[in-house]
């Protein structure tokens, strides 16, 4: 079995960093593409920031500049460094995970996610 384990969240003053870490384990052959969502009350689930294997990142424009994605292959751990804050990052924060799984079978791609973490930046 794969899972996806997230922490780091909690409680920030606005203007205040948080770093969220997403640990991937289970019966691993390979990891594409590794991520964040999050998911504020009454909104979609929106992405915030994701990273290739050879760790290019791409980010959602409201957090460009100040939240900072990197992932450590070895450790099959992404994270994400969010700096100055906002209210409006305010959310459940989900981590995700393209992984090549092995099975019995052979190998099967799917995509893993985090329970989620939740995040609270206070004014």
């Known amino acids: 079995q794969v899972q996806l384990v997230e922490s780091g969240g909690g409680l920030v003053q606005a203007g205040g960093s948080l770093r969220l870490s997403c640990a991937a384990s289970?019966?691993?052959?390979?990891?594409?593409?590794m991520g964040w969502y999050r998911q504020a009350p009454g909104n979609q689930r929106e992405l915030v920031a994701d990273i290739t294997s050879g760790g290019r990142p791409d980010y959602a424009d409201s957090v460009k500049g100040r939240f900072t994605i990197s992932r450590d292959n070895a450790k099959n751990t992404v994270f994400l460094q969010m700096n100055s804050t906002k209210p409006e990052d305010t959310a459940v924060y989900f981590c995700?995970?393209?992984?090549?799984?092995?099975?019995?079978?052979?190998?099967?791609?799917?995509?893993?996610w985090g329970q989620g973490t939740q995040v609270t930046v206070s004014s």
């Open positions: 289970g019966n691993i052959f390979s990891i594409d593409n």
């Open positions: 995700y995970a393209e992984i090549v799984a092995r099975y019995s079978g052979g190998y099967r791609r799917s995509d893993y």
